[in-house]
Nanobody
Framework: QVQLVESGGGLVQAGGSLRLSCAAS????????MGWFRQAPGMEREFVVY???????NYADSVKGRFTISRDNAKNTVYLQMNSLKPEDTAVYYC????WGSGSYYATTYNYWGQGTQVTVSS
């Protein structure tokens, strides 16, 4: 069983930055692919980015060039650096872990989820 705890959300003005963290329990973190998803009110959960066990990354077009995912296996933590934030980035951001080391765009293929952290970007 893996537990994921996100932190770092908050309120920021458009153009600002935030860094989200996701701390994972367990000793197999390095073998998991990790993803970030987000869900705005009234919308479906959408893919943001993933990082594989081999540190290959893949970003949604909407965040490419603005967001950066990274992982620190020694700390069992994955990060999401978000720059040049826009009001449309406002959502609850969820961290997810996938047992297989390869990444996926599909939320249903992830095995473990965090509780989410709110990101609000004001215009």
């Amino acid at each position: 069983q893996v537990q994921l705890v996100e932190s770092g959300g908050g309120l920021v003005q458009a153009g600002g930055s935030l860094r989200l963290s996701c701390a994972a329990s367990g000793r197999t973190f390095s073998s998991y692919a990790m993803g970030w998803f987000r869900q705005a009110p009234g919308m479906e959960r959408e893919f943001v980015v993933y990082i594989t066990s081999g540190e290959t990354t893949n970003y949604a077009d909407s965040v490419k060039g603005r967001f950066t995912i990274s992982r620190d296996n020694a700390k069992n933590t994955v990060y999401l650096q978000m720059n040049s934030l826009k009001p449309e980035d406002t959502a609850v951001y969820y961290c997810a872990a996938r047992k297989w080391g390869s990444g996926s765009y599909y939320a249903t293929t992830y095995n473990y989820w965090g509780q989410g952290t709110q990101v609000t970007v004001s215009s």
